[in-house]
């Protein structure tokens, strides 16, 4: 079954001869639990198609549906509260708030939409990933694998229906980036979430369910 589909998404800046199409017509679909990455050259698309799964911009034309939800119903109010609930967001720089502990940060979105977390689950996403002794330290104070697995515990921590990661690893050096990218998928396998990551990294990739290429705003088969 099938928790994003995608159909005919455009995106275009500007217009006339300056017009730059970001996205020129996409299909895809991703099923419920897959792991997908995305990959391709700088400028070719994937970050505004990330951006536009998680409502985080608007199409110039076509329609995207996640986990039965077509995006483009919502007012800016109700696509606020749809990425509070049900997308997870994992970026290259972290976003950790540095004034905020690390069970601070991971507790923001819950507190954000003025949730209870359960502490159950919680308890048990920070010990897999490694965070049990350090939840009332600052991010300056971590490392870079360190601060990227609190911002995959805050991404869980809502028990969103996706999870999208851009360039996850990217700020980290090979073998954390391997440990990061390792415990992104088992811990979406374990709990059960749909996983789309952005990646320039090939070898990262091939840990996916399934490799979509990206080329001048459109998927290549």
């Known amino acids: 079954m099938s928790i994003i589909t995608i159909h005919n998404l455009k995106k275009y ?4 001869s300056s017009q730059v199409k970001a996205l020129d017509g996409v299909d895809m679909t991703v099923a419920q639990g ?56 994992i970026f290259q720089n972290y976003n950790l708030v540095p004034t905020l502990t690390v069970e601070e940060n991971i507790l923001l979105p819950l507190d954000l939409d003025g949730s209870s977390p359960d502490t159950g689950f919680l308890g048990d996403v920070t010990e897999l990933l490694g965070l049990k002794d350090i939840m009332h330290v600052y991010p300056e104070t971590l490392s870079g694998g360190q601060q990227q697995r609190v911002a995959i515990a805050r991404a869980l921590s809502a028990k969103p229906a996706i999870i999208l990661a851009d360039e996850p690893t990217g700020n980290l050096d090979s073998k954390n980036g391997q440990n990061v990218a390792g415990l992104l998928k088992m811990t979406t396998e374990l709990y059960h979430r749909t996983l789309v990551m952005i990646t320039h990294n090939l070898e990262l990739a091939q840990l996916a369910d399934r490799v979509i290429r990206m080329e001048d705003g459109r998927i290549m088969e």
Do not use: C, H, W
């Not at 800046?13 to 006339?16: E, K, L």
């Open 13 to 16: 800046y500007g217009s006339g």
């Open 34 to 89: 897959e792991f997908a990455a995305i990959v391709g050259p700088s400028g070719s698309g994937k970050t505004t198609l990330l951006n536009m799964m998680g409502g985080l911009d608007l199409p110039t034309q076509g329609e995207i549906i996640v986990d039965g939800v077509t995006l483009s119903s919502l007012r800016e109010e109700q696509l606020a509260v749809f990425r509070r609930k049900r997308v997870g967001f």
